[in-house]
């Protein structure tokens, strides 16, 4: 099962930021936190991934509670094209099948012109 | 990054057939993954395929239903066996070079049974 929870669905302005939240509060101590997006008929797409400290790319940024137990990925600048499902993700380390990754439900987000 | 070619891309099969679903990557990879995604859910993982080992699969799914083939760094094939119109999804194959990084995922077979 999912160690995830996240809201069903969300909407952000384009232009504006999105923050799209997620729980884990199971989440081992060596666990990381990924996120992905899919957009329609599409394959999961990589965003961002985390252990405890805050991140930053080019596509966004992930921010990490300091107990572990939640995150939040922030879409600086939301256009339409970023209009998707997004998923937020535990994962173990290793070689073997507990490092499997596992999706949960996700949060479609939609962005309004 | 690692690019991964999945074929066919999309499939009509016919009922009490089988249909095998190639993925082919562009580097050695450590672990390669499939997934089911039924119309309008979330992914579900299938089965872990490394190289050199059988593949571990999850809870309701079993070797004889979804066989799968690792046979070198770079290929995994993934059967549908015995197919029913509840096979109807799209088949994504994953991989992951190594530990903490990102997985890539192909983009997907979508099959349709009739």
């Known amino acids: 099962d999912a160690k995830t929870t996240q809201p069903p669905s969300m909407d952000c302005a384009e232009g504006r930021a999105a923050n799209l939240p997620c729980n884990h509060s199971?989440?081992?101590?060596?666990?990381?936190v990924y996120w992905y997006r899919q957009i329609h008929s599409q394959g999961p797409q990589y965003i961002i991934h985390?252990?405890?400290n805050n991140e930053t790319n080019e596509m966004a940024s992930l921010i990490i509670t300091e107990d572990r137990k939640s995150s939040t990925l922030i879409l600086p600048h939301a256009t339409l094209r970023d209009t998707a499902v997004y998923y937020c993700?535990?994962?173990?380390?290793?070689?073997?099948?507990?490092?499997?990754?596992?999706f949960g439900s996700g949060t479609r987000l939609s962005i309004r012109p | 990054s690692a690019v991964i070619s999945q074929k066919p891309s999309r499939d009509i099969c016919q009922r009490g057939t089988s249909l095998t679903i190639q993925c082919q990557v562009d580097?050695?990879?450590?672990?390669m993954f499939w997934y089911r995604q039924q119309p309008g859910q979330s992914l579900t993982l299938i089965a872990t395929?490394?190289?050199?080992?059988?593949?571990?699969?999850e809870s309701g799914f079993v070797i004889d239903k979804f066989p799968i083939s690792r046979p070198n760094l770079t290929f995994s094939t993934l059967t549908v066996s015995n197919m029913s119109p509840e096979d109807s999804s799209i088949y994504l194959c994953?991989?992951?070079?190594?530990?903490?990084?990102?997985?890539?995922f192909g983009q997907g077979t979508r099959l349709t049974v009739v």
């Open positions: 994953s991989v992951s070079r190594e530990t903490n990084t990102e997985a890539f």
């Open positions: 199971t989440i081992s101590g060596n666990e990381y």
């Open positions: 395929a490394n190289q050199g080992s059988e593949a571990t699969y």
């Open positions: 985390g252990l405890k």
């Open positions: 580097s050695q990879v450590t672990m």
């Open positions: 993700i535990v994962r173990s380390p290793g070689y073997s099948s507990a490092s499997k990754i596992i």
